[in-house]
């Protein structure tokens, strides 16, 4: 079983800086990585699949990069609307089986 | 527009049985792996289940193997999660999803184990 670590737990960043998150798989995942934000009381929204490709609707400052097990996730220039949690997920060719790390919220700091 | 809609949750009682539903309009259901994605109170996200185009391929989490059964009926573009042998911490919110790369998410539908 592939286990998804995220870091930081919690990131505490001013409105306009870069935010960096973190994700691990305890195996290789290829590139089969994807990023999530939530909002309260809100369905996960797709931001990343594939490691690096933005989902339709995603605004630039929204960047993935990694391959194999180390993944991270940039904002480069934090807007009020992207205080959320944010998730990873790897998902397998097949069986397309998907695991999420445990989350990182991003807070005003 | 894609839309995914879940029902179904309700409150029960440990050792009870639920069947949820998800109903799928926009995209042509019977194209796309379907699964089921959970989330407790204040907690992460936990896939559940998934389900193949045809019905013909099913997968479960270890936390539920043996007690929840995944099925879909393409031509009411619905998928369905039979719940059985409820504990309390299958408490959560259930989400269908479409399989990525294209994934959409419903809003969920809360299911509560309680006595």
């Known amino acids: 079983e592939i286990v998804m670590t995220q870091s930081p737990a919690t990131l505490s960043v001013s409105p306009g800086e870069r935010a960096t998150l973190s994700c691990r798989a305890s195996q290789s995942v290829s590139s089969n990585l994807a990023w999530y934000q939530q909002k309260p009381g809100q369905a996960p929204r797709l931001l990343i699949y594939?490691?690096?490709t933005r989902a339709t609707g995603i605004p630039a400052r929204f960047s993935g990069s990694g391959s194999g097990t180390e993944f991270t996730l940039t904002i480069s220039s934090l807007q009020s609307e992207d205080f959320a949690v944010y998730y990873c997920?790897?998902?397998?060719?097949?069986?397309?089986?998907?695991?999420f790390g445990q989350g990182t919220k991003v807070e005003i700091k | 527009e894609v839309q995914l809609v879940e029902s179904g949750g309700v409150v029960v009682q440990p050792g009870g049985s639920l069947r949820l539903s998800c109903a799928a309009s926009?995209?042509?259901?019977?194209?796309?792996?379907m699964h089921w994605v959970r989330q407790a109170p204040g907690k992460g996200l936990e896939w559940v289940s998934l389900i193949s185009w045809d019905g013909g391929s099913t997968y479960y989490a270890d936390s539920v193997k043996g007690r929840f059964t995944i099925s879909r009926d393409n031509s009411k573009n619905s998928l369905y999660l039979q719940m059985n042998s409820l504990r309390t911490e299958d408490t959560a919110l259930y989400y269908c999803?479409?399989?990525?790369?294209?994934?959409?998410w419903g809003q969920g539908t809360l299911v509560t184990v309680s006595s």
């Open positions: 997920q790897q998902y397998n060719n097949w069986p397309p089986t998907w695991t």
């Open positions: 999803a479409k399989d990525l790369p294209t994934t959409a």
């Open positions: 594939g490691a690096s």
């Open positions: 926009g995209f042509t259901f019977d194209d796309y792996t």
